[in-house]
């Protein structure tokens, strides 16, 4: 999505920057792993399939990506490069193309140093603010393998209900509808996040 490519976040544990060709080689490694293509229903990549996929997703309208760094090291090292910092990624499809205010949320923490430090939790609150602020979205679901108890948990403390269940997939479906007490609530969650510009050498 262009919209959000000149576009940083940044939160107390993570920084959420625009993918970029800069990140693929980091994201490639990564989806090397069994176990994150199982828990992100995923096929390996070729490194060229890759870079082609990164640049799609910078041009589609209907999907918006971020690549999550840890805040403390690219704080720590500035001008490093950010391929050093990155923990995972978030994403929000925009699947429903009868329902604008639809967005399915994905987020994921590849770097294993990085689990359970509460960074996917900021990452989708982060990425939550922004699709309803800028995106007009008022509805999130998030689609989650049976087995993943982990993001299970983290969802349906972000206030997620479960509303389907897929046994051929094997999948829970969880549902937030943005009431105007979960919009404020949302808004809280994320008043300490800073939008600043994101280009070379940021």
Sequence with gaps: MRLNQNTLLLGKKVVLVPYTAEHVPRYHEWMKSEELQRLTASEPLTLEQEYAMQRSWREDSDKCTFIVLDAERWQARPGAAEESCM?????????????????????????????????????????????????????????????????????????????????????????LTMSEPERRWLLEQTSHVEEKPYGAGS
């Design 87 to 175: 923990a995972g990624d978030v994403n929000l499809f925009l699947t429903d193309p009868g329902d604008p205010s639809l967005g399915e949320v994905e987020v994921m923490i590849a770097e294993p140093g990085c689990r359970g430090r509460g960074f996917g939790t900021e990452a989708a609150l982060m990425m939550m603010s922004y699709g309803v602020t800028k995106l007009g979205l008022t509805k999130f679901e998030a689609k989650i393998g049976q087995e993943n108890e982990p993001s299970l948990r983290m969802f349906r403390k972000l206030h997620f209900e479960q509303v389907a269940v897929s046994s051929v997939f094997q999948e829970v479906t969880l549902r």
